[in-house]
């Protein structure tokens, strides 16, 4: 180790961040100075082509001149007034959610945790208010819901759970798309069914059309609410504006939960939700200070209204980028078929995936690897065919030079 006076900049930035910062995040190698397009740029003076936007934040890509022109006017006019008072932008992203989802009324936080957390009072209150007080939900294994106490308890994942145990009681979790295990764990004490359509950390599992049907069909029979989490799936990531309309126009959830790109990078988190489903929530029973700030509802703002005319792009690349995947894959015996849809992309390893992250790294590629073996990539909705080539490229070397014994 170099003395500190002689130590680089990027090595000064970690030393300190180990020293000062909660040491909650296993973090790669990598000092970030400002990013552009889908590109980072590292205090290395090297450019990395980042193909996990943030964990699918990102999705226009780093400063995307609308964003940056929406974000310095709105700055200069009203940035936040809380929610003791109106504000024009609220209603108005709101009634777009409403256009794009069909749900009626939308509850604005700040993050994903916090999106769950209130569709889960709002499934634990519509539960209540029910005859008899229906206080159960229905979770998958795999799952993932967040970090906070309730989004915990139906996160099913137990190294996210078991530290911090007891939480939430009376989740019962089943296997996605078991069909059975679903019939089984629905009944008369079941307030709320909650699922990703595609489970994301969990490792890019696709929910079935089936599994999706017969729980849009129990929860109606049991007067239970049905919510689809689509903070990492939706919004366009798949090709489709929300994940679920993959199952046709007569599926609709009865709340959907947002986050990730909703505000193209600032903090945002939101419930879309019908009017049964709000109904629950009085005045005083949820709310949020930061929540539907005028700031992050302006950048939404912008977002959903290029949203629609993105989408086309989003299927010719991702198609783009799954047959250049597939036929890559051919040619390594480690490496299995694809998940996903659109540019939400796991690539099934018969190998742990964990080793070949830094090294894709070294070339200049971002990406992630969940649930041990699938190499995950959320890439920017504005990636071209060019940006793909070059992605392939990378893991192209990456797979042919990582030895199997720098995988583990
Ligand atoms: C990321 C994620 C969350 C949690 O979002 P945060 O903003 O990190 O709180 C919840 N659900 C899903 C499906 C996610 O991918």
Avoid at 154 to 165: C, L, N
Avoid at 260 to 280: D, F
Wanted: negative net charge; charged residues 20%; proline residues 5%.
């Amino acid at each position: 180790m170099p003395v500190a006076s002689q130590a680089s900049a990027a090595e000064q930035i970690v030393a300190r961040d180990h020293q000062k910062v909660v040491r909650n995040y296993g973090r790669y190698q990598l000092v970030v100075n400002r990013a552009e397009g889908v590109y980072l740029y590292g205090e290395d003076g090297r450019r990395y082509l980042d193909f996990l936007s943030g964990i699918g934040v990102m999705a226009l890509g780093h400063s995307h001149p609308r964003v940056v022109a929406a974000i310095t006017d709105q700055i200069g006019t009203l940035v936040h007034c809380s929610n003791l008072y109106y504000h024009p932008l609220q209603g108005e992203v709101a009634q777009l959610l409403s256009e794009l989802s069909g749900l009626e009324r939308t509850f604005f936080c700040n993050s994903g945790s916090e999106a769950v957390e209130a569709a889960l009072k709002i499934a634990k209150g519509y539960g209540r208010s029910r005859s008899g007080g229906k206080t159960e939900i229905v979770a998958l294994h795999n799952s993932f819901g967040g970090r906070t106490l309730g989004a915990i308890s139906v996160t099913g994942q137990p190294k996210y759970r078991e530290p911090f145990e007891p939480v939430i009681p009376g989740v019962r979790f089943i296997a996605p798309n078991d069909l059975g295990a679903l019939e089984a764990a629905v009944g008369e004490k079941t307030a709320g069914i909650v699922f990703e359509p595609i489970l994301g950390e969990g490792g890019i599992i696709e929910i079935s059309a089936e599994f999706a049907g017969l729980a849009r069909k129990l929860a109606t029979d049991h007067d239970a609410l049905l919510i689809c989490d689509e903070v990492q799936c939706g919004m366009g990531r798949t090709g489709d504006t929300f994940a679920f309309h993959h199952w046709g126009a007569d599926f609709l959830p009865d709340v959907i939960t947002l986050a990730k790109p909703l505000a193209a990078g600032l903090p945002i988190g939101a419930v879309v939700c019908s009017e049964a489903a709000a109904a629950v929530l009085a005045p005083g029973m949820h709310g949020s200070t930061f929540g539907g700030g005028a700031l992050a509802c302006r950048v939404a703002r912008e977002f959903l209204g290029m949203l629609p005319e993105m989408l086309p792009h989003v299927r010719d690349v991702s198609a783009y980028f799954r047959a250049q995947l597939a036929s890559l894959a051919a040619g390594y015996d480690f490496v299995g078929g694809l998940r996903g849809r659109g540019l939400m992309v796991g690539l099934e390893l018969s190998i742990p995936g964990g080793g070949f992250v830094p090294r894709a790294q070294e070339l200049g590629l971002l990406m992630n690897c969940t649930a041990g073996n699938i190499l995950r990539f959320l890439p920017p909705f504005v990636i071209e065919r060019e940006h793909v080539d070059e992605a392939i490229a990378a893991l192209d070397q990456v797979f042919s030079q990582v030895p199997p014994d720098a995988t583990a």
